[in-house]
């Protein structure tokens, strides 16, 4: 399956299949250096499919391979120092494509490599877990700082994402349930016959863990990521809307050090509990929460916390002013909304939440 973006120039392929990776000997003709820069878990995971990579580059190129954590701890400033003077030691050149093998953090961070280094080089996502469907395709790019999550980085395409389905069979359940929050995000937006259908695919943690029909979703979901991102690239407008869960999520992330994609759900939850308390939606609490139990999230994260840190690092998050946040809303399935949400309604879902869940 291939799909091609349709932004008015600079347009690239999604190619998503098995063995995808083969792809790779003819992207990668034009370029005198190659850089693979690798997650290390991906590489003892599967030595077999590194090195199909690694063996698409010729014998007249200057390939060079770098290995990464596949954790937050590689987007840092000290990794992407130590990558960037590596690779500048090595002399490459602005013909240069780096090639990122990973999940999203190996995207988000070889991508931000990428856009900087010499004022920008090509680079290719490869992707290797679910949850990288949505991160490498979009163009977002960047590292952490102290202060918070992906708070330096670029706008920045990939010249192609090659999404090899292979890769996908040696994820544990923690990762599949990680990345499947994003899909299931892609599903809420799409609106309620989406929502009925992923949950009838997965309706349980056995069902998700099969993986079967999961490439389906995932290709609906990179095309409703697609649809917003073409026409709102840089988050003036509708691009926001993917941002759902991620408010709150991103904040019990950093907070509880989970996994992103189950901080994400949590976050989707969160924003029902604040969507029925400010919009008077009337959204079946107890449903998610027992749909998002029989997938195994660990609601039980939001019992381990106090509203203030979680508030004061939502604060940090974007666009937020000292009363309150900008956060997205379902005023129902498949119609978000940006909301500004004082504090006083915040810390009441919260209450709320925990109240739910104890
Ligand atoms: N750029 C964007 O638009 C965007 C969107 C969403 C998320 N993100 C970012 O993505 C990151 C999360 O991505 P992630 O969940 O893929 O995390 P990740 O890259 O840390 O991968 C998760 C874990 O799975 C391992 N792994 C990866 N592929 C594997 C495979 N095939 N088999 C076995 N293990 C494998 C990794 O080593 C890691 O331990 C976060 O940093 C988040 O901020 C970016």
Redesign the pocket.
């Known amino acids: 399956m291939e799909l091609m973006t349709t932004y008015k120039s600079n347009n690239y392929p999604i190619i998503i299949k098995n063995n995808a990776i083969t792809e790779l000997t003819e992207l990668l003709k034009p370029y005198r250096d190659v850089v693979f820069i690798v997650?290390?878990?991906?590489e003892f995971?599967?030595p077999e499919k590194i090195q199909q990579a690694l063996s698409s580059t010729s014998s007249e190129q200057f390939t060079h391979i770098l290995k990464v954590e596949?954790?937050?701890t590689t987007?840092t400033f000290a990794v992407y120092q130590h990558i960037i003077e590596e690779l500048l030691e090595q002399s490459i050149t602005r013909n240069t494509c780096i090639i990122a093998i990973?999940?999203?953090?190996?995207?988000?961070f070889a991508g931000f490599v990428a856009a900087t280094i010499l004022r920008g080089v090509d680079f290719i996502q490869v992707p290797?877990?679910i949850?990288?469907h949505?991160?490498s395709v979009?163009g977002?790019?960047?590292i952490n700082t102290p202060q918070g999550?992906?708070l330096v980085g670029a706008f920045y395409r990939p010249t192609a994402v090659l999404y090899d389905l292979d890769?996908?069979n040696?994820?544990?359940y923690t990762?599949i349930s990680?990345?499947y929050a994003?899909v299931y995000k892609h599903a809420l937006l799409n609106g309620e016959e989406a929502q009925l259908e992923i949950e009838t695919a997965f309706p349980d943690k056995k069902a998700l863990e099969s993986l079967v029909s999961l490439d389906k979703f995932l290709l609906k979901g990179i095309q409703t990521k697609l649809n917003i991102v073409i026409e709102d690239e840089h988050e003036q407008g509708k691009r926001k809307f993917l941002n759902l869960g991620h408010t709150f999520g991103h904040a019990i992330e950093y907070n509880q050090k989970i996994?992103?994609?189950h901080a994400v759900m949590i976050g989707i939850l969160y924003q029902f509990m604040v969507a029925n308390e400010l919009l008077n939606t009337q959204f079946d609490i107890m449903h998610y929460i027992n749909y998002f139990k029989n997938l195994d999230y660990p609601l039980e994260k939001v019992l381990d916390t106090n509203f203030e840190p979680l508030l004061a690092l939502m604060s940090k998050d974007k666009k937020n002013d000292k009363s309150g946040i900008q956060m997205v809303l379902l005023k129902e399935i498949g119609k978000p909304k940006v909301i500004h949400v004082n504090n006083e309604v915040l810390e009441k879902s919260f209450a709320t939440l925990q109240n739910y869940l104890k």
């Open positions: 997650d290390k878990n991906v995971a599967l596949g954790n937050e987007k990973g999940g999203g953090v190996t995207g988000d290797t877990t949850l990288a949505d991160s979009g977002k790019v960047g999550k992906n890769f996908l040696t994820l544990p990762e990680s990345g994003e996994p992103h994609g």
